[in-house]
């Protein structure tokens, strides 16, 4: 499902220098399947089990966008020998006509066991830092549920605001517009509320 199911920090937040963030190797590929797998469960919770209940992601799903570099995952720098990761962000790119490049968040999840440490925030400012240091991109970019708890109003608290439809009516929001349409039309997905935010990157 390309819905973001980061979860917002606690108290026991992750130190930046407990977690290692690197490019997805083919060997991580099946924890990216349990990381998913184990969050879409958590839309049971809220009586959203058509989410709960879909198609469950295969390696062969994650398998291009490794290739192409567009995967990183986070690992516990304690974790000893177990290099597993425990969250990811999956992102494209976006060129929107030319009239501004951003970089899609496709998916940014947490292991629901190691939730509300700070490991989403952390993946969403290191992808940020990313963007910025190659400096072709001016912002980033996202789909998600309008009601989900901890969805939209997660990302606004780290800087992402709706984009209104006078906003998405414009070039430099061609792409992101029609990604939210076709999770519109999407049979799961379109059964609730879906909203597309922007945070720049280059202000």
């Not at 986070?74 to 999956?90: I, N, R």
């Not at 939209?152 to 430099?172: H, I, M, N, P, T």
Request: hydrophobic residues 35%.
């Amino acid at each position: 499902m390309a819905t973001p199911t980061a979860t917002p920090a606690s108290e026991n937040a992750t130190s930046k220098s407990d977690i290692n963030i690197r490019l997805a190797t083919v060997e991580d590929l099946p924890y990216l399947v349990e990381i998913e797998t184990a969050c879409d469960q958590l839309f049971r919770d809220i009586d959203m089990h058509a989410i709960a209940d879909a198609d469950l992601p295969t390696v062969e799903q994650y398998r291009d966008c490794q290739e192409q570099k567009y995967v990183w995952v986070a690992v516990l720098a304690t974790a000893g020998d177990d290099k597993k990761p425990v969250a990811y962000v999956q992102i494209d790119k976006f060129e929107n006509d030319k009239a501004l490049k951003s970089v899609y968040i496709h998916q940014i999840s947490v292991h629901p066991s190691h939730a509300r440490r700070g490991i989403g925030r952390q993946l969403m400012e290191f992808l940020e830092t990313e963007s910025k240091q190659q400096g072709r991109f001016q912002a980033l970019d996202l789909t998600t549920f309008d009601e989900v708890p901890w969805n939209r109003k997660y990302y606004q608290r780290l800087g992402f605001a709706v984009l209104s439809e006078e906003e998405l009516a414009r070039d430099e929001c061609k792409d992101i517009r029609q990604q939210l349409q076709r999770e519109k039309d999407d049979e799961v997905l379109g059964q609730w509320k879906r909203v597309a935010m922007r945070k720049r990157t280059n202000v």
